[in-house]
């Protein structure tokens, strides 16, 4: 990535990083290189995978530098950005996704067992039952109780296998969709074209465009 660094920016238009220099570089510089950054790493990351209590979590999955945008200065500058420069740089969206992933990753690493990642916005919950199958999230944006195994809504009386994922879902909504129009018939009126279905009767019907 092509970072240009300027003297000439205004305060408000620049970022600067908290190393002893502090380093400034324009706002969109910032944001592409926070895009690029975090959509390779902490964006991709296996949250779920990060809060197992096993001994056997790989470090890769609880490295904090993954949620640490450093300084893209090439003299070699150990600064970072502070979580404030990001949410000026960063889109909504992303600034609320950072945001999530960076406290999950931390409360992952934080030591403490038996946490599981909520599939819907990665909140950490700790769940010490390991009988209790569903995720109950505590953010108040999400709130979603989703099952602990399948990461599908919580479904109550029916098996992981005996869910259909959403993906199925769309499909076979789909296919019922265009299924329900084929059997429509429509006005020939080119300026009409509205649907009708035949219940009863002769096969004469009077559409109200005339």
Request: glycine share 6%.
């Amino acid at each position: 990535l092509d970072v240009v660094v300027v003297d000439e920016l205004l305060p408000e238009e620049e970022l600067r990083c908290n190393g002893p220099e502090g380093h400034g570089f324009c706002i969109s510089c910032v944001k592409r290189q926070a895009l690029e950054f975090f959509g390779s790493g902490l964006f991709t990351l296996n949250i779920s995978q990060s809060g197992s209590s096993s001994s056997s979590s790989s470090s890769t999955c609880t490295d904090l530098s993954r949620s640490t945008l450093r300084c893209m200065n090439t003299s070699g500058c150990e600064g970072h950005f502070f979580e404030t420069s990001l949410e000026k740089a960063l889109p909504p969206k992303d600034y609320v996704r950072y945001s999530r992933r960076s406290a999950a990753l931390q409360a992952a690493n934080s030591g403490l067992q038996d946490l599981v990642a909520c599939p819907s916005c990665d909140f950490m919950v700790q769940m010490s039952d390991k009988t209790d199958s569903v995720v109950r999230c505590q953010d108040p944006e999400c709130g979603k109780n989703t099952c602990r195994w399948c990461r599908e809504p919580e479904h109550p009386g029916l098996r992981c296998e005996e869910v259909e994922k959403d993906g199925e879902t769309k499909i076979r909504t789909f296919l019922e969709e265009k299924m329900a129009e084929s059997a429509l018939r429509r006005c020939p009126n080119p300026r009409c074209h509205k649907p009708y279905e035949r219940t009863e009767g002769c096969n004469h019907i009077r559409c109200p465009c005339g």
